[in-house]
């Protein structure tokens, strides 16, 4: 029996978080899970390409925009199930354990992680709170937490949404009451936030989202993000 999961990386100059991203899936390899490795690259000018290929990844180049690079990712990916995962998210130790059971008892359900930052501070654990409390009680998970598909569930929600920015709460939206949580921790990189500030990241990223919500276009909102990034 092949083994079911296909693993979806989005990239764009990720050689510094890539390695231990990648490095945190060799326990799902030792436990039959994952199918195939797949690198769906926006133009990275780094070593991003050569650290996807030493571990044997199948690399995909496009447009640059994390939903059209996923969406890309997944139209390649053979396996029945599919784990999105963004390049400097880290699996912590002993994930395939939940991935497993999910893909044993939940098949018609989506699951995703718990989010935790790769630093301490009150900062790093107030803003993983708030993402964990909006992801159990307001069912919007965002990609850095990971997610656990079944490629028939994702088909039949119409698919991996191609948008440029608010992908993971198009597609959190369009599964409504068919997310869970996993049972495992998605541990996250911090530097983005300390170098633009947890709380003014933060906040910025709660107006993108509420100005989604209130209807504005979502490629509108990705260079306001790309913008807000370059300024940091």
């Known amino acids: 029996m092949r083994a079911p999961v296909s693993v979806i990386i989005?990239?764009?100059?990720?050689a510094d978080g890539l390695p231990a991203a990648l490095g945190s899936l060799g326990e799902g390899l030792e436990a039959g899970l994952i199918r195939e490795l797949i690198i769906a690259d926006g133009g990275s000018q780094d070593a991003t390409r050569t650290i996807a290929e030493a571990a044997g990844a199948d690399w995909l180049t496009g447009p640059a925009g994390r939903g059209v690079q996923i969406a890309q990712g997944i139209?390649?990916?053979?396996?029945?199930w599919l784990l999105v995962?963004?390049?400097d998210t880290v699996l912590e130790a002993g994930w395939s354990r939940p991935v497993l059971s999910h893909i044993a008892?939940?098949?018609?359900?989506?699951g995703y992680g718990r989010l935790a930052f790769a630093t301490r501070g009150f900062a790093p654990r107030f803003v993983a709170?708030?993402?964990?409390?909006?992801a159990r009680f307001l069912g919007l998970p965002y990609g850095d937490q990971a997610l656990l598909i079944s490629a028939e569930l994702l088909a039949n929600t119409g698919g991996y949404p191609s948008l440029p920015l608010m992908e993971d709460v198009a597609l959190a939206r369009a599964l409504k009451g068919k997310l869970v949580p996993l049972g495992l921790t998605a541990l996250t990189d911090a530097r983005k936030y300390e170098k633009s500030g947890w709380m003014r990241r933060g906040s910025r990223n709660l107006w993108l989202l509420l100005r989604y919500f209130l209807g504005?276009?979502?490629a509108a909102l990705a260079r306001l993000y790309r913008q807000s990034d370059r300024s940091s």
Not at 75 to 80: F, I, N, P, S, Y
Not at 105 to 110: G, L, M, Q, S
């Open 85 to 87: 995962l963004h390049a």
């Open 105 to 110: 008892n939940a098949p018609d359900k989506a």
């Open 10 to 14: 989005p990239t764009l100059n990720a």
């Open 216 to 218: 504005a276009d979502p």
């Open 129 to 134: 709170g708030w993402a964990n409390l909006r």
């Open 75 to 80: 139209a390649a990916a053979k396996g029945a």
